[in-house]
């Protein structure tokens, strides 16, 4: 007999430094299991911006999918900047290059919906076209 789904919930948290809180309380889950399970499942990623799937079932169990971070945090920091563009189409606020495009494609592949690392790239690009950041050839 399979459990019964109480809520599935999206959330982005800091890798090893999750905490109790209004966040995990719309979940629906033992704040204090969930937190000290996140922590030590993403304590090689502290500091980094760690999205999570949490799956909350009837008898307050639950699980948890670590997926990698997001494009942009990781397009940012390639770049060195804490911002990107309002107008992405004129004004370029970083550059980044090809190698590091490369690395965040193949760290971001996992959760792409593409197992062609060329495809992933290409994604990752036109992220941070959208950003105003220009990749150096």
Do not use: W
Not at 5 to 14: M, T
Not at 77 to 96: C, F, H, L, R, Y
Not at 114 to 127: F, P, S, W, Y
């Amino acid at each position: 007999m399979s459990k019964k789904i109480a809520k599935v919930v999206k959330l982005e948290l800091v890798g090893g430094e999750a905490k109790p809180g209004p966040k995990l309380a719309s979940a629906g889950v033992v704040m204090p299991k969930f937190c000290s399970d996140f922590n030590a499942r993403t304590a090689d990623r502290r500091g980094e911006i760690v999205p999570v799937i949490i799956t909350a079932y009837e008898d307050k169990s639950f699980d948890f999918v670590v997926k990698t971070s997001p494009v942009a945090v990781l397009l940012k920091q390639a770049a060195g900047i804490k911002k990107a563009s309002a107008t992405p189409n004129t004004q370029v606020v970083g550059t980044i290059t090809e190698a590091q495009l490369k690395e965040i494609a193949e760290y971001k592949l996992p959760d792409l919906n593409t197992d062609d690392l060329d495809a992933a790239m290409r994604i990752v690009e036109g992220a941070a076209r959208n950003m105003g950041i220009r990749v150096a050839k």
